[in-house]
């Protein structure tokens, strides 16, 4: 499960394959965030994926890539790249744009989102979608649809609402995420904590959270793989804080699918 060249698939499962490329220089203030995950299927390894970030006062630029291994990558070759960057005002983060490179060992598809504080200017997909014959069901994909946005690596950063980042309020959320060619979102509610270690830097509490898959528009309803998801009751993320306890992002993402539980999962973890 890499970032990878698709269409039709779960977008949670977008937001949930984490890796990243060095964070670009910043002032001496900034927060450096690294973490290193690996990615199983079904209970076995298919995949390494990391994360950096950079908070810098108010704004932020993360990237994340990641690359399936063993027999799997041998075989699929997938891996891919995405960078956000955007600002945090308050409760909210208003993404500034977005872009992904993924590929599968033969085909190669770039994203490119133009938005300012979390409206959508432009979207560039190169090569296109290949125009399918049950496209006429997708539900309308709506320029309101594009306003007051995540893209779906900046939703991978939660601001703490209050000042203790294990309060249960943390995980009320709903992350209205758009990816470039559909918008959903994902519903977030408070299912416990508890305390974790990493192989190499943070040992601590952490947030767990319920999560649900909500489409909204751009996909095509009577899809298997679309209901599916829409009920799906057992996806989690556990969320650690960073940034000086500001701030939560995931150490640990869990998502069933129609072929078994893919679970993201660091392995280190170093907040700031």
């Excluded at 490119?112 to 539900?139: E, L």
């Excluded at 679309?226 to 993402?253: C, H, Q, S």
């Amino acid at each position: 499960m890499s970032i990878w060249v698709y269409r039709g698939r779960s977008r949670l499962l977008a937001m949930t394959v984490l890796a990243t490329l060095p964070a670009a220089a910043g002032s001496a203030l900034a927060a450096d965030i690294e973490a290193r995950y690996s990615i199983t299927l079904a209970g076995l390894s298919i995949g390494k994926a990391s994360l950096s970030a950079q908070l810098n006062g108010s704004g932020y630029v993360l990237n994340v890539s990641s690359a399936l291994t063993g027999i799997v990558g041998a075989v699929s070759q997938g891996r891919g790249a995405a960078t956000a960057r955007g600002n945090v005002s308050g409760a909210n983060v208003l993404t500034n744009g977005f872009s992904l490179s993924a590929t599968n060992g033969k085909d190669t598809r770039k994203i490119q989102i133009a938005a300012a504080s979390g409206s959508v200017r432009n979207v560039t997909i190169d090569p296109p979608f290949v125009v399918r014959p049950d496209d006429s069901t997708r539900i309308p994909l709506r320029e309101s649809h594009k306003v007051g946005v995540l893209d779906p690596v900046s939703a991978l950063i939660m601001p703490v609402r209050s000042g203790n980042p294990m309060d249960k309020a943390n995980c009320d959320r709903r992350l209205p995420v758009f990816d470039g060619n559909q918008r959903f979102d994902v519903v977030l509610s408070y299912a416990g904590t508890r305390q974790v270690r990493s192989e190499d830097g943070y040992s601590g509490p952490v947030l767990i959270c319920k999560a649900r898959y909500i489409p909204v528009a751009g996909h095509r309803p009577d899809r298997r793989v679309t209901k599916f998801m829409a009920e799906n009751r057992n996806m989690d993320a556990w969320l650690a804080p960073v940034n000086g306890g500001k701030t939560l992002i995931p150490y640990r993402i869990s998502v069933k699918t129609m072929i078994g539980t893919t679970v993201i999962e660091a392995e280190t973890f170093r907040p700031n």
